[in-house]
């Protein structure tokens, strides 16, 4: 039991680093911290958006926002692991083929020897197409669909957050006002 309270997040917690200690008026905001449907909510997407969006200081951007938009930090924080080394490559993929459906004259046509291995989610694939189309037409319509995947995984994390954490205080209302 000690063991786990000693890795227990808490406000005051966190307050006790040097670094944090400057923002302790905005950090112990409540809101940042209370289990409300629309805190929560807006955590997740919070954190969905920049898990996505962003390749690095993803939980920092992620935290930076929930802080200036009052949503629950802890949830932003989480909903950015949404990106790791297994997930990134077809999220990668899919946006680089949605900005190329949505933007077909941008794309230069791939090398028909890599869309295979791309589909098979190759890592040396990946690199390459990375590579080939850093900072070209490719590149834009990579980042297109990397960001309108981005604001549609936001949305429906949200609406999801929200509906759940809308059922759990009705169950908890009704356990309430239960007699006995």
């Known amino acids: ?22 923002f302790a008026g905005r950090l112990l905001d409540r809101r940042l911290w209370r289990p409300a449907p629309h805190t929560i909510g807006l955590g997740i997407a919070l954190g ?37 080394p297994l997930t990134a490559p ?16 941008l794309v230069p046509t791939l090398d028909a020897a890599l869309i295979p291995q791309l589909e098979a989610f190759s890592f040396d694939a990946l690199q390459a197409m990375w590579q080939g189309m850093s900072l070209g037409w490719a590149g834009l319509s990579f980042a ?10 936001a949305i429906v994390g949200y609406l999801v957050a929200w509906l759940v954490m809308r059922g759990v205080a009705s169950r908890q209302l009704a356990a309430a006002a239960r007699p006995g």
């Open 90 to 105: 077809p999220i990668y993929l899919a946006a680089y083929r949605l900005g190329a459906e949505l933007l077909p004259w």
């Open 48 to 84: 969905l958006f920049f898990g996505i969006v962003s390749p690095v200081a993803q939980i920092f951007l992620a935290a930076l926002a929930a802080t200036v938009l009052r949503a629950n930090l802890m949830a932003a924080a989480v909903a950015t692991l949404v990106t790791n």
């Open 1 to 22: 039991m000690l063991v786990f309270d000693s890795l227990r997040i808490t406000p005051l917690r966190l307050l006790r680093s040097r670094l944090l200690r400057p």
């Open 144 to 153: 297109i669909g990397l960001v309108l995947i981005a604001c549609a995984s």
